[in-house]
């Protein structure tokens, strides 16, 4: 089992910045692929970002190429994602997954997930 708990979440103007973390526990954190994914009211789960084991392979959806940043520090056992120059539409629940074996954009696949940290951004 790996417990992931992510925190960070807030409440932002249009054109600010936020950062969120995911601590995770359990299972050797270096043995998984970790992603965030975030999903608004009334829509689907959508994939934001991933990052390899290593941090060597990233992925980012379109929509938050350019804005946002996915990183991990396998010795805190965390991965983090640094989201500048929010839109309202940025708006949502970010979750971060963890999945034992390789990189991947589709949520299904994700073994454990955290609970969620609420981002907030006004126009």
């Known amino acids: 089992q790996v417990q992931l708990v992510e925190s960070g979440g807030g409440l932002v103007q249009a054109g600010g910045s936020l950062s969120l973390s995911c601590a995770a526990s359990?299972?050797?954190?270096?043995?998984?692929?970790m992603g965030w994914f975030r999903q608004a009211p009334g829509k689907e789960r959508e994939f934001v970002a991933a990052?390899?084991?290593?941090?060597?392979?990233?992925y980012y959806a379109d929509s938050v190429k350019g804005r946002f940043t996915i990183s991990r520090d396998n010795a805190k056992s965390a991965v983090y994602l640094q989201m500048n120059s929010l839109k309202p539409e940025d708006t949502a629940v970010y979750y971060c997954?963890?999945?034992?074996?390789?990189?991947?954009?589709?949520?299904?696949?994700?073994?454990?997930w955290g609970q969620g940290t609420q981002v907030t951004v006004s126009s």
């Open positions: 997954a963890a999945r034992r074996l390789g990189l991947t954009t589709l949520a299904r696949q994700y073994d454990y």
């Open positions: 990052i390899s084991i290593s941090g060597g392979r990233i």
């Open positions: 359990g299972r050797t954190f270096s043995n998984y692929a």
